[in-house]
T-cell receptor, first 109, second 114 residues
Framework: EDQVTQSPEALRLQEGESSSLNCSYTVSGLRGLFWYRQDPGKGPEFLFTLYSAGEEKEKERLKATLTKKESFLHITAPKPEDSATYLCAVRGGSEKLVFGKGMKLTVNP | DGGITQSPKYLFRKEGQNVTLSCEQNLNHDAMYWYRQDPGQGLRLIYYSQIVNDFQKGDIAEGYSVSREKKESFPLTVTSAQKNPTAFYLC?????????????FGPGTRLTVT
């Protein structure tokens, strides 16, 4: 059974304090690992797809990396507007995505 | 603008009533999905449809029903058989090309049943 575990469940940072979010996964035949951002009361917003170990993608202050067992979402010099819940999901051999429980990030000014 | 719309944003119903949540997309995506989100839990798949007139049960389909009569529309009915229907419901869609599996989400409908 495909599984995704995100850690930590919640993280508080000061503005400018860089950190990383972890997504550990087990999947039979990875066909994609996905990162989303979700603001309170809204639908998830797509950020990145990673397909193979060693792949990296960047968008503004965010950088996602992938190994055979986990993915990291690195946040460099975060700002208060980066506060949100970040979701990780994987796709294995089926049409379905399996989501982690999410990680709530709070960036204080 | 292309996107996914869900209506209404908030929905209130009495226990024992069926309710239908709307999901429309103009992205020309083949596949559409319904998820349920509860506090402290990940998104859980209710139903999904890869083509018109076909759909499959997800992980928590009991008490729900769907239809896919048009490519653009995938309504979800929450029936009175769903024991705990109060939740945030999310609709998503994706292209079914090889190598492209991203799902794009609508704004969600918050359903409260009392």
């Amino acid at each position: 059974e495909d599984q995704v575990t995100q850690s930590p469940e919640a993280l508080r940072l000061q503005e400018g304090e860089s950190s990383s979010l972890n997504c550990s996964y087990t999947v039979s035949g990875l066909r994609g690992l996905f990162w989303y951002r979700q603001d309170p009361g809204k639908g998830p917003e797509f950020l990145f797809t990673l397909y193979s170990a060693g792949e990296e993608k960047e968008k503004e202050r965010l950088k996602a990396t992938l190994t055979k067992k986990e993915s990291f979402l690195h946040i460099t010099a975060p700002k208060p507007e980066d506060s949100a819940t970040y979701l990780c999901a994987v796709r294995g051999g089926s049409e379905k995505l399996v989501f982690g429980k999410g990680m709530k990030l709070t960036v204080n000014p | 603008d292309g996107g996914i719309t869900q209506s209404p944003k908030y929905l209130f119903r009495k226990e024992g009533q069926n309710v239908t949540l709307s999901c429309e997309q103009n992205l020309n995506h083949d596949a559409m999905y319904w998820y349920r989100q509860d506090p402290g839990q990940g998104l859980r798949l209710i139903y999904y449809s890869q083509i018109v007139n076909d759909f499959q049960k997800g992980d928590i389909a009991e008490g729900y029903s769907v239809s896919r009569e048009k490519k653009e529309s995938f309504p979800l009915t929450v029936t009175s058989a769903q024991k705990n229907p109060t939740a945030f419901y999310l609709c998503a869609s994706s292209i079914r090309n090889q190598g492209s599996y991203e799902q794009y989400f609508g704004p969600g409908t918050r359903l409260t049943v009392t």
